[in-house]
Protein backbone atom coordinates (compact mmCIF):
# COMPACT_ATOMS: atom_id res chain seq x y z
CA UNK A 1 0.00 0.00 0.00
CA UNK A 2 1.72 3.20 -1.13
CA UNK A 3 1.54 6.39 1.40
CA UNK A 4 2.15 10.11 0.41
CA UNK A 5 4.97 12.15 1.65
CA UNK A 6 5.56 15.72 1.66
CA UNK A 7 7.91 18.08 3.31
CA UNK A 8 5.72 19.53 5.46
CA UNK A 9 5.17 16.01 7.31
CA UNK A 10 8.68 16.13 7.78
CA UNK A 11 9.08 19.16 9.69
CA UNK A 12 6.50 18.33 11.93
CA UNK A 13 2.92 19.32 10.40
CA UNK A 14 0.74 17.01 9.04
CA UNK A 15 -2.09 18.01 7.25
CA UNK A 16 -4.56 15.15 7.77
CA UNK A 17 -6.38 14.16 10.64
CA UNK A 18 -6.53 10.83 12.56
CA UNK A 19 -8.15 9.60 15.69
CA UNK A 20 -11.63 9.11 16.10
CA UNK A 21 -11.97 12.95 16.84
CA UNK A 22 -9.90 14.08 14.08
CA UNK A 23 -7.50 15.87 16.25
CA UNK A 24 -4.38 16.69 13.94
CA UNK A 25 -1.53 14.84 15.05
CA UNK A 26 1.79 16.27 15.77
CA UNK A 27 4.93 15.11 16.31
CA UNK A 28 8.19 16.35 18.94
CA UNK A 29 10.19 16.75 16.34
CA UNK A 30 11.77 20.30 15.86
CA UNK A 31 10.48 22.60 13.44
CA UNK A 32 12.91 22.84 9.91
CA UNK A 33 14.58 26.29 11.30
CA UNK A 34 18.73 27.22 11.15
CA UNK A 35 18.03 28.12 15.15
CA UNK A 36 15.97 24.64 16.23
CA UNK A 37 18.35 22.52 13.43
CA UNK A 38 21.23 24.22 15.17
CA UNK A 39 22.48 25.59 10.74
CA UNK A 40 23.05 29.02 12.58
CA UNK A 41 26.65 30.50 10.78
CA UNK A 42 29.64 29.98 13.34
CA UNK A 43 33.25 30.54 13.73
CA UNK A 44 35.98 28.34 15.06
CA UNK A 45 39.74 29.80 15.78
CA UNK A 46 42.14 27.20 13.81
CA UNK A 47 45.19 27.00 16.08
CA UNK A 48 48.33 26.81 13.99
CA UNK A 49 51.96 27.69 14.68
CA UNK A 50 51.85 31.15 12.98
CA UNK A 51 48.63 31.91 15.54
CA UNK A 52 49.65 30.80 18.84
CA UNK A 53 53.93 31.31 18.57
CA UNK A 54 52.92 34.68 18.43
CA UNK A 55 50.24 34.98 21.14
CA UNK A 56 52.24 33.11 23.60
CA UNK A 57 55.07 35.83 23.22
CA UNK A 58 52.85 38.94 22.90
CA UNK A 59 51.04 38.50 26.30
CA UNK A 60 54.18 37.10 27.92
CA UNK A 61 56.39 40.85 26.67
CA UNK A 62 53.32 42.76 27.78
CA UNK A 63 52.61 40.84 31.28
CA UNK A 64 56.46 40.89 32.73
CA UNK A 65 56.66 44.80 32.34
CA UNK A 66 53.35 45.18 33.96
CA UNK A 67 54.45 42.86 36.34
CA UNK A 68 57.51 44.56 37.05
CA UNK A 69 56.04 47.54 37.09
CA UNK A 70 53.39 46.70 39.95
CA UNK A 71 56.31 45.16 42.08
CA UNK A 72 58.29 47.76 42.17
CA UNK A 73 55.54 50.19 43.33
CA UNK A 74 54.27 47.66 46.14
CA UNK A 75 57.92 47.86 47.41
CA UNK A 76 58.37 51.32 47.47
CA UNK A 77 55.13 51.67 49.53
CA UNK A 78 56.49 52.59 53.74
CA UNK A 79 54.63 50.10 55.94
CA UNK A 80 55.42 48.72 59.66
CA UNK A 81 53.31 46.48 61.51
CA UNK A 82 53.15 46.33 65.43
CA UNK A 83 51.61 43.01 67.32
CA UNK A 84 50.80 44.37 70.47
CA UNK A 85 48.18 40.90 71.30
CA UNK A 86 50.38 40.45 74.55
CA UNK A 87 50.78 36.47 74.22
CA UNK A 88 54.79 36.75 75.32
CA UNK A 89 55.48 37.24 78.95
CA UNK A 90 57.86 39.69 77.67
CA UNK A 91 55.80 41.65 75.87
CA UNK A 92 54.19 45.12 77.36
CA UNK A 93 50.65 44.05 76.97
CA UNK A 94 50.82 40.50 78.24
CA UNK A 95 49.29 41.56 81.90
CA UNK A 96 46.90 43.38 79.68
CA UNK A 97 45.91 40.29 77.60
CA UNK A 98 45.79 37.96 80.59
CA UNK A 99 43.89 40.22 83.16
CA UNK A 100 41.20 41.63 80.42
CA UNK A 101 37.78 40.76 79.58
CA UNK A 102 34.72 41.91 78.24
CA UNK A 103 32.98 42.43 82.08
CA UNK A 104 36.22 44.49 82.51
CA UNK A 105 35.00 47.99 84.10
CA UNK A 106 38.52 49.41 84.38
CA UNK A 107 40.56 50.12 81.51
CA UNK A 108 43.98 48.61 81.06
CA UNK A 109 46.70 50.56 79.32
CA UNK A 110 49.99 49.36 77.52
CA UNK A 111 52.76 51.20 75.93
CA UNK A 112 55.09 49.77 73.26
CA UNK A 113 58.12 51.16 71.79
CA UNK A 114 58.94 51.21 68.27
CA UNK A 115 61.38 52.90 65.85
CA UNK A 116 61.31 54.07 62.13
CA UNK A 117 64.75 53.43 59.82
CA UNK A 118 63.27 55.45 56.80
CA UNK A 119 60.72 58.47 57.09
CA UNK A 120 56.96 58.27 55.75
CA UNK A 121 56.51 61.31 53.46
CA UNK A 122 52.58 61.16 52.13
CA UNK A 123 49.55 60.75 54.07
CA UNK A 124 50.05 57.99 56.65
CA UNK A 125 47.16 55.54 57.03
CA UNK A 126 46.80 53.59 60.51
CA UNK A 127 45.13 50.10 60.52
CA UNK A 128 43.84 48.20 63.03
CA UNK A 129 44.68 44.34 62.21
CA UNK A 130 42.78 41.33 63.32
CA UNK A 131 43.67 37.59 63.20
CA UNK A 132 41.44 34.38 63.61
CA UNK A 133 38.14 36.39 63.12
CA UNK A 134 35.61 34.94 61.45
CA UNK A 135 33.23 38.23 60.29
CA UNK A 136 32.59 36.22 56.85
CA UNK A 137 29.98 33.75 59.10
CA UNK A 138 26.73 33.51 58.08
CA UNK A 139 24.84 33.99 61.00
CA UNK A 140 27.21 36.94 61.80
CA UNK A 141 26.93 38.27 58.44
CA UNK A 142 23.32 38.73 58.86
CA UNK A 143 22.84 39.72 62.51
CA UNK A 144 22.28 43.29 62.01
CA UNK A 145 19.58 45.47 61.28
CA UNK A 146 20.18 47.71 58.35
CA UNK A 147 16.43 49.67 58.83
CA UNK A 148 17.76 50.21 62.33
CA UNK A 149 20.74 51.67 61.12
CA UNK A 150 18.99 53.88 58.69
CA UNK A 151 17.13 55.56 60.98
CA UNK A 152 13.91 53.88 61.09
CA UNK A 153 12.09 55.28 64.01
CA UNK A 154 10.07 51.77 64.56
CA UNK A 155 13.06 49.68 63.81
CA UNK A 156 15.12 51.49 66.71
CA UNK A 157 11.81 50.12 68.97
CA UNK A 158 11.03 46.50 67.58
CA UNK A 159 14.34 45.58 66.24
CA UNK A 160 14.73 42.88 63.23
CA UNK A 161 14.97 38.82 64.56
CA UNK A 162 18.04 38.52 62.49
CA UNK A 163 19.71 40.38 65.51
CA UNK A 164 19.21 37.33 67.73
CA UNK A 165 20.36 36.81 70.46
CA UNK A 166 21.50 40.62 70.87
CA UNK A 167 17.92 42.12 69.87
CA UNK A 168 17.16 43.08 73.41
CA UNK A 169 18.57 43.40 76.58
CA UNK A 170 14.98 44.30 78.90
CA UNK A 171 14.95 47.37 76.00
CA UNK A 172 15.56 46.90 72.31
CA UNK A 173 19.47 47.14 71.84
CA UNK A 174 20.57 49.67 69.50
CA UNK A 175 22.63 48.91 67.22
CA UNK A 176 21.48 45.30 67.65
CA UNK A 177 23.13 42.18 66.30
CA UNK A 178 26.11 40.19 66.60
CA UNK A 179 28.48 42.73 64.47
CA UNK A 180 28.03 45.98 66.11
CA UNK A 181 27.86 44.24 69.30
CA UNK A 182 31.70 42.62 68.91
CA UNK A 183 32.82 46.20 67.91
CA UNK A 184 36.62 46.67 68.28
CA UNK A 185 37.03 49.39 70.91
CA UNK A 186 41.02 50.12 71.31
CA UNK A 187 42.53 52.96 71.68
CA UNK A 188 45.53 53.40 69.96
CA UNK A 189 47.82 56.85 70.77
CA UNK A 190 50.89 57.21 68.74
CA UNK A 191 53.94 59.67 69.86
CA UNK A 192 57.07 60.74 68.72
CA UNK A 193 60.05 60.92 70.71
CA UNK A 194 62.62 63.66 69.90
CA UNK A 195 66.24 63.16 70.05
CA UNK A 196 66.53 66.15 72.74
CA UNK A 197 64.05 64.08 75.05
CA UNK A 198 60.45 65.96 74.42
CA UNK A 199 57.84 63.83 73.77
CA UNK A 200 54.77 64.63 70.93
CA UNK A 201 51.57 63.23 69.98
CA UNK A 202 51.29 62.58 66.55
CA UNK A 203 47.54 63.82 65.29
CA UNK A 204 45.37 61.64 64.32
CA UNK A 205 42.37 62.41 62.17
CA UNK A 206 38.90 60.41 63.17
CA UNK A 207 36.70 61.59 60.32
CA UNK A 208 37.18 60.56 56.45
CA UNK A 209 37.83 56.71 57.40
CA UNK A 210 34.64 55.31 56.17
CA UNK A 211 32.95 54.85 52.73
CA UNK A 212 31.33 58.23 51.71
CA UNK A 213 27.71 56.09 50.78
CA UNK A 214 27.63 54.45 53.85
CA UNK A 215 28.27 58.01 56.01
CA UNK A 216 25.50 59.34 53.90
CA UNK A 217 23.40 56.89 52.26
CA UNK A 218 23.37 53.49 54.31
CA UNK A 219 23.96 54.77 57.93
CA UNK A 220 21.96 57.77 59.38
CA UNK A 221 20.75 58.41 62.83
CA UNK A 222 17.14 58.90 63.88
CA UNK A 223 14.91 62.13 63.55
CA UNK A 224 15.48 64.28 66.83
CA UNK A 225 18.25 66.58 67.39
CA UNK A 226 19.27 64.94 71.10
CA UNK A 227 20.47 62.02 70.42
CA UNK A 228 20.46 61.10 73.99
CA UNK A 229 16.54 61.64 74.27
CA UNK A 230 16.20 60.19 70.54
CA UNK A 231 18.02 56.75 72.33
CA UNK A 232 16.01 57.30 75.69
CA UNK A 233 14.64 54.10 75.20
CA UNK A 234 17.32 51.60 74.14
CA UNK A 235 20.10 50.31 75.52
CA UNK A 236 23.19 49.47 74.76
CA UNK A 237 24.93 46.24 73.18
CA UNK A 238 26.08 44.08 76.10
CA UNK A 239 29.77 44.43 75.27
CA UNK A 240 30.24 48.02 75.05
CA UNK A 241 30.86 50.59 77.61
CA UNK A 242 28.96 53.22 76.73
CA UNK A 243 25.68 53.51 74.88
CA UNK A 244 25.96 55.02 70.84
CA UNK A 245 25.26 58.00 71.80
CA UNK A 246 28.29 58.64 73.54
CA UNK A 247 30.64 57.39 70.89
CA UNK A 248 31.58 60.98 70.04
CA UNK A 249 31.56 64.48 71.18
CA UNK A 250 31.46 65.69 67.50
CA UNK A 251 27.48 65.54 66.49
CA UNK A 252 28.69 64.92 63.05
CA UNK A 253 30.60 61.66 64.31
CA UNK A 254 28.29 60.37 66.81
CA UNK A 255 25.21 58.08 66.93
CA UNK A 256 24.82 55.40 63.72
CA UNK A 257 27.04 57.66 61.88
CA UNK A 258 30.19 57.42 64.09
CA UNK A 259 33.29 56.86 61.11
CA UNK A 260 34.77 53.89 63.64
CA UNK A 261 31.00 52.10 63.70
CA UNK A 262 30.60 52.31 60.33
CA UNK A 263 33.69 51.08 59.44
CA UNK A 264 33.54 47.85 61.80
CA UNK A 265 30.23 47.26 60.39
CA UNK A 266 31.35 46.79 56.67
CA UNK A 267 32.48 43.13 57.89
CA UNK A 268 35.80 41.23 55.97
CA UNK A 269 35.57 38.43 53.63
CA UNK A 270 38.55 37.10 55.16
CA UNK A 271 39.90 35.90 58.94
CA UNK A 272 42.80 38.06 58.76
CA UNK A 273 42.27 41.65 58.11
CA UNK A 274 42.68 45.03 58.19
CA UNK A 275 40.29 48.54 58.89
CA UNK A 276 41.12 51.19 58.83
CA UNK A 277 41.66 53.39 62.34
CA UNK A 278 43.33 56.74 61.87
CA UNK A 279 44.60 59.18 59.11
CA UNK A 280 48.06 61.06 59.60
CA UNK A 281 47.55 64.03 57.04
CA UNK A 282 50.79 65.64 55.85
CA UNK A 283 51.08 69.25 57.09
CA UNK A 284 53.79 70.62 54.31
CA UNK A 285 56.72 69.25 51.37
CA UNK A 286 59.49 70.68 53.41
CA UNK A 287 59.04 67.60 56.41
CA UNK A 288 58.17 64.04 56.39
CA UNK A 289 54.75 63.47 57.45
CA UNK A 290 56.78 60.43 60.59
CA UNK A 291 60.41 61.75 60.55
CA UNK A 292 62.66 58.34 61.05
CA UNK A 293 63.00 58.14 64.79
CA UNK A 294 61.92 56.76 68.02
CA UNK A 295 58.19 56.36 69.18
CA UNK A 296 55.56 54.59 71.45
CA UNK A 297 52.21 53.19 70.43
CA UNK A 298 49.73 53.78 73.85
CA UNK A 299 47.37 51.17 73.72
CA UNK A 300 44.12 51.40 75.84
CA UNK A 301 43.62 48.00 76.03
CA UNK A 302 39.76 47.51 75.64
CA UNK A 303 39.13 44.36 73.07
CA UNK A 304 39.88 40.98 74.43
CA UNK A 305 41.07 38.65 71.69
CA UNK A 306 42.41 35.19 73.81
CA UNK A 307 38.83 33.43 73.82
CA UNK A 308 39.46 32.66 70.40
CA UNK A 309 42.89 32.51 70.01
CA UNK A 310 43.08 36.01 67.75
CA UNK A 311 46.05 38.37 67.25
CA UNK A 312 45.97 42.09 67.39
CA UNK A 313 48.31 44.98 65.58
CA UNK A 314 48.55 48.06 64.34
CA UNK A 315 49.75 48.98 60.86
CA UNK A 316 51.39 52.50 59.86
CA UNK A 317 51.37 52.52 55.76
CA UNK A 318 51.83 54.95 52.97
CA UNK A 319 49.59 53.83 49.43
CA UNK A 320 50.17 54.68 46.22
CA UNK A 321 48.12 54.98 42.83
CA UNK A 322 47.60 50.98 43.67
CA UNK A 323 46.35 50.99 47.03
CA UNK A 324 48.05 49.77 49.93
CA UNK A 325 51.12 47.69 49.80
CA UNK A 326 50.27 44.34 48.51
CA UNK A 327 53.19 42.29 46.20
CA UNK A 328 50.68 39.64 44.84
CA UNK A 329 49.29 41.45 41.91
CA UNK A 330 52.97 41.69 40.46
CA UNK A 331 54.58 38.55 41.15
CA UNK A 332 50.89 37.08 39.44
CA UNK A 333 52.11 38.97 35.92
CA UNK A 334 55.52 38.25 36.21
CA UNK A 335 54.81 34.61 36.66
CA UNK A 336 51.93 34.26 33.61
CA UNK A 337 54.39 36.44 31.98
CA UNK A 338 57.09 34.26 32.08
CA UNK A 339 55.13 30.93 31.64
CA UNK A 340 53.68 32.23 28.28
CA UNK A 341 57.18 33.47 26.98
CA UNK A 342 58.53 29.90 27.97
CA UNK A 343 56.23 28.08 26.58
CA UNK A 344 56.37 30.21 23.49
CA UNK A 345 60.27 29.48 22.87
CA UNK A 346 59.47 25.74 23.77
CA UNK A 347 56.93 25.56 21.00
CA UNK A 348 59.10 27.52 18.63
CA UNK A 349 61.27 24.65 19.35
CA UNK A 350 59.19 22.14 18.64
CA UNK A 351 57.77 23.90 15.14
CA UNK A 352 61.29 24.66 14.08
CA UNK A 353 62.31 20.91 14.31
CA UNK A 354 59.10 18.76 13.85
CA UNK A 355 57.21 21.22 11.78
CA UNK A 356 58.83 21.14 8.40
CA UNK A 357 59.31 17.20 8.77
CA UNK A 358 55.90 16.89 9.02
CA UNK A 359 54.87 19.01 5.86
CA UNK A 360 57.29 17.74 3.57
CA UNK A 361 56.32 13.45 4.38
CA UNK A 362 54.50 12.44 1.56
CA UNK A 363 51.21 10.90 1.24
CA UNK A 364 51.60 7.27 -0.38
CA UNK A 365 49.51 6.47 -3.18
Same mark, same amino acid.
Given at each position: ???????????? %????????????????????????Q?????????????????????IG???????????????????????????D?????? $?????????????????????L????????????????????????V????????????????????????? *??N????????????????????????????????????K????????? %??????????????????????????????????????????????I??????????? *?K?????????????????????????????? *????G??????????????? $????????????????????????? %???????????????
Amino acid at each position: MASSYSAKEEDG %HHSGSAGLGGAAIRTRKPDNTAFKQQRLPAWQPILTAGTVLPAFFVIGLIFIPIGIGLYVTSNNIKEIEIDYTGTDMSSPCF $NCSQSFSWNSTTPCKCILSFSLDQPFESNVFMYYGLSNFYQNHRRYVKSRDDSQLNGDERSLKEPSKECEPY *RVNVKPIAPCGAIANSMFNDTLDLFYLDPNGTKTQIPLIKKGIAWWTDK %HVKFRNPPGSNLTAVFIDTAKPVNWHKPVYELDTDPDNNGFINEDFIVWMRTAALPTF *RKLYRIIQKKNNQTPTLPRGNYTLEVTYNYPV *RSFEGRKRMILSTISWMGGK $NPFLGIAYITVGSICFFLGVVLLFI %HHKYGNRNNSSDIPS
